[in-house]
């Protein structure tokens, strides 16, 4: 059976397509609760009452997971599963149980290390998911994801919610601009030491970069200092692309992009970055199409990596393979 229509099947199975005329509640289950971002997406999905509801699906369901050897996991991930459970969702002991309730899954957790095995037996399942940043914590593993998903014919997306902010969008789309020729892209890069430096925090403003550059990012250096990142890439068609990795004095989330015809600064509204992801997020789940092409997240990885490699060379320029 050709890919197409495998998909096609198995979104049918999910009931993630059009039923009796009218679209189906998208039943999701959330792996992973070590992060703000599951009550958020969770409050989002099922709190009707909230400014910011997007309605046609619900949290359903939910692993709380949690990594014992990270920080920022073991010290939230209780609170956070209290708080996704007050929104109506069933917390459930193990991910095979989660998979028999839902239609898609969005994996949440904090560490990404341990991404490609809580994916596995998704992808097994069929199911459509979307995995919050960083897709993994390492190039291998991402690599390794798709491969399993493009293999299994199963729909898989990463991105960061800095990706789809409007003014980055808006600006990126206004013809009057013409072709991007370059990007300063900048957000804050707190370090942790399980994994890859900027595929920890960093990844935001990488994310934002990328958008503006696209892929094929050649080469790779970096400057760093306890307080501060410079990452300077060129890409295969001379352009060259900035990241700016804050983790002193004031942070912030934006980028100055260079067009042939002007140059725009944009910064986004916090407030409503996950609306934007998450909108995406759903589109995706209906569709099966990514809104983010796979090499681009495999450039954005090897950029990451490659940063590492220049900053243990104390900034000399990686190429990249």
Not at 77 to 90: D, I, L, N, P, Q
Not at 131 to 148: G, H, Q, Y
Not at 225 to 249: L, M, N, Y
Request: proline share 5%.
């Amino acid at each position: 059976m050709n890919k197409p229509l495998f998909v096609l099947l198995m979104l049918a199975v999910s009931g993630l397509l059009f039923c009796g005329g009218e679209e189906k509640e998208l039943k999701i289950g959330l792996i992973g609760l070590d992060t703000s971002h599951a009550p958020a997406y969770t409050r989002m999905l099922n709190d009707a009452s909230y400014e910011h509801h997007l309605p046609g699906a619900r949290i359903v369901c939910a692993y709380p997971g949690g990594s014992p050897d990270v920080k920022s996991s073991y010290t939230r991930v209780e609170k956070f599963t209290e708080k996704v459970a007050s929104y109506g969702v069933e917390i459930v002991d193990d991910i095979p149980t989660l998979l028999e309730k839902v239609d898609a899954v969005i994996l949440t957790s904090v560490d990404g290390r341990v991404h490609l095995q809580q994916v596995k037996p998704v992808i097994a399942a069929g199911l459509p998911v979307f995995i919050d940043k960083p897709m993994a914590a390492s190039l291998a593993d991402v690599k390794e994801i798709f491969r399993l998903a493009d293999e299994a014919g199963v729909p898989c997306f990463s991105a960061s919610s800095l990706r789809f902010f409007p003014e980055l969008q808006d600006a990126l789309h206004d013809k009057s601009l013409g072709r991007v020729i370059g990007c300063d892209a900048w957000s804050p890069a707190k370090l942790e030491p399980h994994h890859p430096d900027l595929m920890w925090y960093g990844i935001h403003g990488v994310e934002i970069l990328f958008t503006a550059m696209g892929a094929d990012c050649q080469s790779v250096s970096r400057a760093y200092t306890e307080g501060t990142d410079v990452v300077v890439g060129t890409w295969a068609d001379g352009r060259v692309g900035v990241f700016r990795g804050i983790r002193e004095g004031k942070g912030g989330y934006g980028a100055t992009i260079f067009f042939e015809n002007g140059i725009r600064r944009v910064e986004p509204d916090l407030k409503t970055l996950y609306v934007h992801i998450m909108k995406e997020v759903l589109t995706f789940f209906r569709t099966g199409k990514s809104p983010v092409p796979q090499d681009e997240t495999i450039s954005m990885f090897s950029f990451m990596e490659a940063a590492d490699a220049s900053k243990e060379n104390g900034g000399q320029r990686i190429d990249l393979q």
